[in-house]
């Protein structure tokens, strides 16, 4: 069996590779260039496709004796995945560029690479496990042992044949478990810190990204209150997202909150926060895993951002494909253009995008 390693450069992806070989996988090492120092104007020393992650992905490689390749994406993450991201704050949403990523790149252009290299899988650092249903002989999408490194959230676009052609070799492990082996195997990057913003924004300024990449400046507009009254000045609607709080700027007797953006006429509304609490939601590309359809409503518990604890609700299949989520209790702050993924018990059921 020869398996396809996606390697960041980090400590989970050559772990994952040191214990697919010990598995007795023959290992093909790759890093996947994403963008250059130009396309977002930032140093590439400090970004997750730097020179120095390269370095370490090539050394691990070294040490284990396998192959190394560097597959260049840079055009298709342009124009699949950045112009998207800035779209969709352009249009008033708040989307999740990792699950996109994956559902595009390492599950999807990586799979074809696979293919071309005659491997039989695909490998990467995740916390999640893969298993088959030996009732219905579907693949299963679960939880990763270690609950607080679960990356089951930014999978569920996964498809029966991705998760097949797939490994996570973490899914039993916890973090520490994972730096300890790459310390007794000698690895450089065993204590090397996990990235936390998105790869593409290393600074985190998605507004000066957006600016520089668009070659213009979002101009100012009204924050507003429910009743359409003028209450002061924001600096540009992409920079707020539903439940924001900080960085308003405006004085008054209690906290405000941003409740609504409407990009078509430049304003954010905002209000105090039990408005901002919502029992439902509709959600549409939806990608069930556990089940090939909903064929009624289903019992799950339901999360709505990646840091959200997961929350009791029914789904409710609509006619065109999308589904209605209504929540036990009401939540705060759900989000259009975030993700809505549903569990049952460790199982991932699906997800879809938050409208």
Do not use: W
């Not at 093909?28 to 370490?56: A, P, W």
């Not at 929540?327 to 975030?338: C, K, M, S």
């Amino acid at each position: 069996m020869k398996a396809l390693i996606a390697m960041s450069g980090g400590v989970d992806s050559s772990v994952s590779a040191l214990l697919m070989k010990q598995a007795g996988y023959e290992c093909v090492g790759c890093t996947m260039r994403l963008y250059d120092n130009e396309m977002i104007g930032e140093d590439l020393h400090s970004t997750c496709c730097s020179q120095k992650d390269t370095r370490d992905a090539r050394l691990v490689t070294l040490k284990l004796g396998i192959p190394y390749y560097i597959f260049h994406y840079e055009e298709q993450f342009r124009d699949t995945l950045i112009e998207p991201f800035v779209r969709a704050y352009e249009e008033g949403r708040t989307p999740n560029p990792c699950i996109e990523c994956n559902r595009i790149f390492k599950f999807g252009l990586l799979q074809e690479q696979m293919k071309e290299l005659e491997c039989d899988c695909v490998v990467t650092g995740h916390y999640a496990r893969i298993e088959e249903d030996l009732q219905n002989g579907r693949m299963l999408l679960k939880k990763g042992l270690d609950a607080s490194k679960d990356q089951s959230y930014v999978l569920y676009t996964m498809t029966q044949e991705q998760l097949k052609n797939t490994r996570f070799p973490l899914g039993t492990l916890r973090k520490e478990e994972v730096r300890r082996i790459a310390e007794e195997n000698g690895f450089t990057n065993a204590h090397k810190s996990d990235s936390q913003d998105i790869c593409f924004v290393p600074d985190g300024d998605y507004v000066g990204f957006m600016e520089r990449f668009r070659g213009t400046e979002y101009p100012e507009g009204d924050f507003v209150d429910r009743e359409g009254h003028v209450i002061g000045r924001h600096k540009g609607y992409v920079h707020y997202t539903i439940g924001q709080r900080r960085g308003l700027g405006i004085a008054a007797a209690h906290p405000l909150y941003v409740l609504e953006v409407r990009p078509e006429d430049n304003v954010v509304v905002l209000g105090r926060e039990e408005e901002l609490f919502r029992k439902e939601l509709f959600a549409g590309q939806v990608n069930l895993i556990s089940v090939e359809k909903l064929t009624g409503p289903m019992r799950v518990s339901a999360k709505i951002r990646y840091r959200h604890k997961e929350q009791p609700a029914t789904v409710y299949p609509e006619q065109d494909g999308r589904i209605h989520v209504v929540f036990d209790e009401a939540q705060r702050a759900i989000t259009p253009g975030q993700a809505v993924v549903l569990y049952q018990d460790d199982v991932v059921v699906g997800g879809g995008v938050i409208e």
